[in-house]
């Protein structure tokens, strides 16, 4: 009855039951990494790894399905709708380094940035935003932080202040880019203790993680990423030293041979 | 004097005339560029923030072919091209193609954007000399277009003025109004995006209040210095606070005072340009506010750490007292035993010992050796502790040598927070209330 491939996969797609759903996203830009063809399903109410070598495109697959990177093709749902549609139940948690720490600023000011939207165009936050936005510090430690400038804050306080700020939102939907990069131990306990919190409420995580050591430890599935999916699946599944050899070994393949040569090619013309 | 006389020395009365705003027209415009200083200020604030502060300057710059051709164009066809709507307009489309000019260099060559910026400012303003060379030949009554150039608070009307202050205030009200999502574009524009905020039209609103601060304030400042007023006040503002709010109000100030005393002067010396003086005096207050800002002025970061290095000097004579009391009880330190332990100077040792005598923290024992006092004896227990803790770590868990341990431990351990000493403390099963252990390696130099 349905012999048309892209039937069922555009079923799966509009399922709002599907936290996440990826078809055919390629993304190519000059002088920067390219993903290509990446397509998956995430199911709902898991903590997902998003794992691969440097330049696999990790942060670009994350920007690209929130449409901070124009995609050359492919198709994103989230919870069966356009992202557009649905920004209220997806929160995002930027890498660090992606921001000038010295703003003026201090930490609940940051995470009170998290409610923005729901405050609407030229509106002050109330009392009750900053309520909220302490509250989302308390979840991260940081209560007693919350008046500090930011650049007075460690790498680690930072990262929590940023996690705050999408706490805030409440969202059902997490991306968050590298949150355990460079940050002490205690945080990393503090960041996955909140994440299997968040769990545990039946919401979806997604988190470029770099550290092949606790991988499998802190996700309940992985998306093992070089450009393209190399595998995608549970943990137990398809964390296997054959897949990680895929991913992160023999650097040269052809894919990435081709990449090169399309770029020398760029930069010649 | 001969400066004075060549400047045209007001008279008493003209001074007077001057500084009580008796004129209305004076009044009228050092009211519209003090306006157009706050503008800018508020509006240099984000630009600065979002990093795009010399945007302005090319803009600037980009303005003068704009009005030269303008002023062409209006001669051609009406015979006067010095309507200032014209100019305004001819500057502003001009303005406007050099930072078009500015992102399609960017976009499509591999040039960087301090290239681009360069490329784009040097070729229009040399264009726009060359047109204004070309007004003077054509005739016409061009004199006065240099004032776009240098700035001349002197020859401006009082309708300019107005033109000035109306457009300042929009531009303080849109900056009011939309401050929260401004200030969220300047930290985060990546979560803006992803939020679903039209990060492209935020910065274009932003970049439209620099037009038309720029464009309207080209009569006051002229076109070569109207950067300064959008950089100089929010720079001078950030020593000050470590808050965007309060960093916009004292930008607004600044700024403000800067076109306020820059306009006056001006006014009362035709020949000296408005530019000129108010960036003297905005950078004047830049400089005050970097040494003496209350949150990162120079001065502050000066104290801040000498007081610092007094804290450790302190901690260092406190140990080293305890190190050579230590295992005989009830001796007092000599200061000739405590010179061969650390290399301080005899002033350096001395004044240290002063102040830990005013401090309380040790009493003069004989002539040359001091001994600690109750309080100083339970201060220099917990920092030996603090200290020796910190060194067996680095010996067991960071691989150090001892003989090298001590001063890396020196480094570090007049930083440590409570929560890392009691981490170290369960690391190297120490119980909180222990003496401290003892020392990793042989204490100081040779007893003398």
Redo the contacts between chains.
């Keep these: 009855m349905n012999k048309d491939p892209t039937r069922s996969l555009t079923a799966r797609a509009d399922d709002p039951s599907v936290p996440l759903s990826i078809h055919d996203l390629t993304v190519a830009y000059h002088r920067k990494p390219v993903i290509w063809d990446v397509g998956f399903d995430a199911t709902p109410g898991q903590l997902i790894g998003v794992i691969g070598p440097n330049g696999a495109g990790k942060s670009t697959l994350l920007?690209a399905i929130?449409?901070?990177t124009p995609r050359a093709s492919g198709r994103v749902r989230v919870f069966g709708k356009r992202y557009?549609e649905n920004?209220g139940r997806?929160g995002?948690v930027?890498q660090r380094e992606?921001?000038?720490w010295d703003?003026?600023?201090?930490a609940l000011?940051?995470v009170t940035?998290g409610l923005?939207?729901e405050?609407g165009?030229?509106?002050?936050?109330s009392a009750e935003h900053r309520r909220r936005a302490m509250s989302a510090l308390e979840r991260v430690g940081m209560a007693d932080l919350a008046s500090r400038?930011i650049s007075q804050l460690s790498g680690g306080q930072q990262q929590r202040t940023f996690l705050a700020?999408a706490l805030v939102q409440d969202a059902d939907l997490y991306f968050m880019d590298e949150p355990f990069a460079a940050v002490d131990a205690s945080t990393e306990a503090a960041i996955v203790e909140l994440l299997r919190d968040m769990r545990a409420q039946g919401k979806t995580a997604l988190v470029v993680h770099h550290d092949l050591q606790t991988a499998a430890e802190y996700f309940d599935s992985v998306l093992l990423l070089n450009m393209r999916v190399v595998a995608y699946g549970p943990v137990a599944e398809v964390f296997t030293p054959a897949n990680l050899q895929k991913t992160y070994g023999g650097r040269l393949t052809l894919l990435d041979e081709a990449t090169e040569a399309m770029r020398r090619r760029e930069r010649a013309l | 004097m001969i400066a004075a006389i060549a400047l045209g020395w007001p008279t008493v009365v003209a001074w007077a005339d001057v500084l009580l705003l008796r004129d209305y027209n004076t009044r009228v415009v050092v009211l519209g560029a003090t306006l157009l200083g706050m503008g800018a200020g508020v509006v240099g604030s984000f630009t600065l923030?979002r990093?795009r502060a010399l945007i302005g300057d090319a803009l600037s710059h980009a303005t003068l072919p704009g009005i030269a051709a303008a002023f062409l164009i209006g001669s051609s066809l009406w015979g006067d091209g010095k309507s200032l709507p014209l100019l305004l307009a001819g500057g502003a489309i001009s303005g406007v193609l050099g930072v078009g000019a500015i992102l399609l260099i960017r976009r499509y060559t591999r040039l960087g954007e301090d290239a681009a910026l360069g490329i784009v400012l040097s070729v229009f303003f040399g264009a726009g000399v060359a047109l204004l060379g070309v007004t003077q030949q054509v005739g016409g009554n061009a004199a006065g277009l240099e004032s776009f150039i240098y700035g001349k608070t002197a020859s401006m009307l009082s309708s300019d003025a107005w033109l000035i202050a109306i457009a300042s205030a929009a531009c303080v009200a849109i900056s009011l109004?939309?401050f929260?999502?401004l200030?969220?574009l300047?930290?985060?524009a990546?979560?803006a995006?992803?939020?679903?905020?039209p990060v492209g039209w935020l910065d274009t609103v932003l970049m439209g209040m620099v037009v038309v601060i720029t464009i309207v304030g080209l009569q006051a400042v002229g076109l070569i210095l109207m950067i300064a007023l959008l950089v100089i006040p929010p720079a001078a503002a950030?020593f000050w606070?470590?808050?965007?709010g309060?960093?916009t109000r004292i930008a607004a100030l600044l700024g403000g005072c800067s076109a306020f005393v820059g306009a006056i002067l001006s006014a009362s010396y035709p020949k000296l340009p408005s530019g000129a003086t108010i960036v003297l005096v905005a950078s004047a207050l830049f400089v005050l506010s970097a040494l003496l800002g209350m949150k990162r002025g120079v001065v502050l970061r000066f104290m801040r750490r000498r007081s610092f290095l007094r804290e450790i000097e302190m901690e260092h004579l406190l140990r080293s007292v305890f190190e050579v009391v230590e295992n005989r009880e009830n001796e007092a330190a000599s200061v000739q035993r405590l010179m061969t332990l650390r290399s301080w100077s005899p002033a350096q040792l001395r004044s240290v010992i002063r102040r830990a005598q005013r401090a309380e923290l040790v009493r003069p024992d004989s002539r040359e050796a001091v001994r600690l006092t109750a309080r100083g004896a339970v201060e220099a227990k917990r920092l030996t502790r603090q200290h020796r803790l910190w060194e067996l770590y680095l010996i067991t868990h960071a691989e150090v040598a001892p003989s090298k341990v001590d001063r890396g431990a020196d480094a570090i351990e007049h930083v440590l927070d409570p929560e890392t000493i009691h981490e170290l403390e369960l690391l190297l099963d120490e119980s909180a209330a222990a003496a401290p252990p003892a020392s990793p390696h042989v204490i100081g130099g040779p007893t003398p």
């Design positions: 920007k929130l449409g901070l557009q920004r997806v995002y930027p992606s921001v000038d703003f003026p600023i201090d000011d940051v940035m923005y939207r405050i165009w030229m509106k002050r936050p400038q700020r | 923030l990093k109004l939309l929260k999502e200030a969220l300047c930290f985060d990546g979560f995006t992803s939020r679903g905020y950030r606070t470590e808050n965007l309060d960093m």
